[in-house]
């Protein structure tokens, strides 16, 4: 019954009346001028090397606020020095021994290898 609702209503004629038509703003054009190269060239700063090198410039979210300054390594907590590094894939997760692996190892290796599975298991049904 509903699908027979569905079909009525579709054809129905469209009148001028709240969804008559869609329309989409103006485009922006394209600038034209001489010495396209020169345009695309990058900016020079206008900072100083020494604004640079003591504030991280871009990183204030304050309206009336400043660029926070750039502070000493020993003032940064430890856990931010290892963010970068490289975590071991699940191939070499899978040649080590289960047993002694660290919990932080074993969790990835949890992680990687439920996310392997689920991935065989989509190709399998799809090829059904």
């Known amino acids: 019954m509903a699908m027979n609702c569905i079909k009525s209503l579709r054809n129905l004629p469209v009148t001028g009346g709240l969804g008559s038509s869609r329309t989409f703003a103006a485009g ?3 600038k034209k001028g001489k010495g396209g190269a020169a ?5 020079q700063s ?3 090397k020494e604004v640079k090198s003591t504030t991280v410039v871009g990183a204030n979210i304050l309206k009336d606020g400043t660029d926070p300054k750039i502070l ?4 940064y907590p430890d856990w931010l020095w290892h963010l970068l590094d490289k975590k071991p894939a699940l191939s070499e997760l ?3 021994n289960i047993e002694t692996l660290p919990y932080e ?3 990835r ?6 996310r392997a599975r689920i991935k ?7 090829k059904n």
């Not at 290796?109 to 439920?114: A, E, H, S």
């Not at 065989?120 to 799809?126: C, L």
């Open 94 to 96: 899978r040649r080590k």
């Open 28 to 30: 922006a054009k394209a």
């Open 72 to 75: 000493p390594d020993s003032e």
């Open 120 to 126: 065989e298991n989509n190709t399998t049904r799809a």
């Open 105 to 107: 190892d074993l969790k």
């Open 109 to 114: 290796f949890v992680k990687l290898d439920n």
């Open 39 to 43: 345009a695309d060239a990058p900016k």
């Open 46 to 48: 206008t900072l100083s």
